[in-house]
């Protein structure tokens, strides 16, 4: 059942590092496509700007030389290519689409503003810079670079998911050299581990003998239904009682009649939920007092050394009269015993709480005051005053 399990978890790694390897080289892809469109609008807003800087400086000294048209004419011939090669490519932002409206409105006024200036018309060549060609540049030039920011921003969204993806494929590819290598470790150890086991079950005994005779703990071993089937020799120092003298009897002539019934079904629940619980219960001593303890249930009934259900318990009975001295002292006054102010306004919110819950139900608050108690005190000292109250 082991292997096959295996290798459908080795093929879900298998299938997910690919699945991811794919998507991220395909990004990657996309990637190299923003890119290059960013090469060509970059492309675009310079041979523009070449073209409005060859423009400006005709109109400025009012002269159109053969060198500056030679310039102009190869900044036009290489616009349109650089234009179509940006239609044909492949974006994945729709700024691009704004671009196109105010670069052919551009071009059209560059077109006309330029043989103005071949013809000489340079004044009406430079009312047309100012009028037109000048604000659609700047408008031009402006939407190229919200088209380039777009096309960036996208393309560093898709890199990062790619990165992502191949760190996730990273991970998965990790995970399936750690199960592969924990396997081989484990059947490399799957001898020694026998071995231990081997060893351990055959020590359990004197381990067990060595623990229960020794301790200063309680130990009591009882069937499911209460009988006692072993008792440990320190149940006389602590009860009093001779552990050979409880074996037969049953855990409820031991055990205070309150706490039975959860003492004997934590044995069975101790199983049922793979815990050792905890538990409080009251033994009785020889001399008819209740001790408090706090025991441990293994259930190790299927153990066959043991077969039954195993009680751990050690006396608390002064830790328990310390807590409660403790809550004593914290609710009650020092010098009279009577409940404190703490608790008088905990139970008086318990009132309030049921009456709001009950509001046919009512309830008062006596206060009682001894007039002149400080003439007491100083005619009659202190102690006086104490035996008053």
Same mark, same amino acid.
């Given at each position: 059942?082991?292997?096959?399990?295996?290798?459908?978890?080795?093929?879900? *790694?298998?299938?997910?590092?690919?699945?991811?390897?794919?998507?991220?080289?395909?990004?990657?892809? =996309?990637?190299?496509?923003?890119?290059?469109?960013?090469?060509?609008?970059?492309?675009?807003?310079?041979?523009?700007?070449?073209?409005?800087?060859?423009?400006?400086?005709?109109?400025?000294?009012?002269?159109?030389?053969?060198?500056?048209?030679?310039?102009?004419?190869?900044?036009?011939?290489?616009?349109?290519?650089?234009?179509?090669?940006?239609?044909?490519?492949?974006?994945?932002?729709?700024?691009?689409?704004?671009?196109?409206?105010?670069?052919?409105?551009? $071009?059209?006024?560059?077109?006309?503003?330029?043989?103005?200036?071949?013809? %000489?018309?340079?004044?009406?060549?430079?009312?047309?810079?100012?009028?037109?060609?000048?604000?659609?540049?700047?408008?031009?030039?402006?939407?190229?670079? $919200?088209?380039?920011?777009?096309?960036?921003?996208?393309? =560093?969204?898709?890199?990062?998911?790619?990165?992502?993806?191949?760190?996730?494929?990273?991970? *998965?590819?990790? $995970?399936?050299?750690?199960i592969l290598f924990l396997?081989?470790?484990?059947?490399?150890? /799957? %001898? =020694?581990l026998e071995e231990t086991?081997?060893?351990?079950?055959?020590?359990s005994e004197e381990r067990?003998?060595?623990?229960?005779?020794?301790?200063?703990?309680? $130990?009591?071993?009882?069937?499911?239904?209460?009988?006692?089937?072993?008792?440990?020799?320190?149940?006389? !120092?602590? *009860?009093?009682?001779?552990?050979? !003298?409880?074996?037969?009897?049953?855990?409820?002539?031991?055990?205070?009649?309150?706490?039975?019934?959860?003492?004997? !079904?934590?044995?069975?629940?101790?199983?049922?939920?793979?815990?050792?619980?905890?538990?409080?219960?009251?033994?009785?001593?020889?001399?008819?007092?209740?001790?408090?303890?706090?025991?441990?249930?293994?259930?190790?009934?299927?153990?066959?050394?043991? %077969? %039954?259900?195993?009680?751990?318990?050690?006396?608390?009975?002064?830790?328990?009269?310390? =807590?409660?001295?403790?809550?004593?002292?914290?609710?009650?006054?020092?010098?009279?015993?009577?409940?404190?102010?703490?608790?008088?306004?905990?139970?008086?919110? !318990?009132?309030?709480?049921?009456?709001?819950?009950?509001?046919?139900?009512?309830?008062?608050?006596?206060?009682?005051? /001894?007039?002149?108690?400080?003439?007491?005190?100083?005619?009659?000292?202190?102690?006086?005053?104490?035996?008053?109250?």
């Amino acid at each position: 059942m082991a292997r096959p399990k295996l290798a459908l978890v080795f093929g879900v *790694l298998a299938t997910g590092i690919a699945v991811l390897a794919a998507l991220s080289w395909f990004q990657r892809i =996309q990637i190299d496509e923003a890119r290059s469109a960013q090469v060509i609008l970059n492309q675009i807003a310079v041979l523009t700007r070449e073209i409005n800087n060859l423009t400006w400086t005709a109109l400025q000294g009012q002269n159109l030389t053969p060198e500056a048209d030679t310039e102009m004419r190869e900044a036009r011939q290489a616009l349109p290519k650089a234009v179509l090669a940006a239609r044909l490519h492949a974006y994945h932002t729709p700024a691009l689409e704004n671009v196109w409206p105010e670069l052919d409105e551009y $071009i059209v006024s560059a077109d006309r503003q330029w043989i103005l200036m071949q013809i %000489g018309n340079f004044d009406e060549a430079k009312q047309l810079d100012f009028q037109e060609v000048s604000p659609q540049f700047d408008l031009m030039q402006h939407k190229v670079q $919200i088209a380039i920011e777009a096309e960036d921003n996208w393309a =560093q969204g898709v890199a990062l998911k790619a990165r992502n993806e191949l760190l996730a494929a990273a991970t *998965l590819a990790a $995970i399936a050299i750690l199960i592969l290598f924990l396997r081989l470790q484990r059947q490399e150890h /799957i %001898g =020694q581990l026998e071995e231990t086991e081997r060893n351990a079950l055959r020590e359990s005994e004197e381990r067990f003998r060595a623990l229960t005779e020794q301790s200063t703990d309680i $130990i009591l071993i009882a069937d499911p239904s209460g009988q006692i089937k072993y008792a440990s020799p320190s149940v006389h !120092s602590v *009860l009093e009682v001779l552990g050979d !003298s409880l074996v037969g009897t049953q855990m409820v002539d031991l055990l205070h009649p309150d706490d039975f019934a959860k003492t004997i !079904s934590t044995g069975p629940r101790s199983v049922a939920y793979g815990q050792n619980p905890i538990v409080e219960f009251r033994l009785r001593h020889a001399d008819g007092r209740w001790l408090q303890f706090e025991c441990v249930v293994r259930n190790l009934i299927q153990h066959k050394n043991i %077969g %039954g259900i195993v009680y751990n318990a050690r006396d608390i009975t002064e830790r328990k009269h310390a =807590q409660e001295q403790l809550l004593f002292n914290a609710t009650h006054d020092a010098l009279t015993g009577l409940p404190n102010r703490a608790l008088f306004l905990g139970r008086l919110q !318990s009132v309030v709480d049921r009456m709001k819950r009950h509001s046919q139900e009512a309830a008062a608050v006596l206060f009682i005051d /001894i007039d002149d108690f400080k003439v007491v005190n100083d005619c009659y000292g202190h102690a006086t005053g104490d035996l008053l109250i």
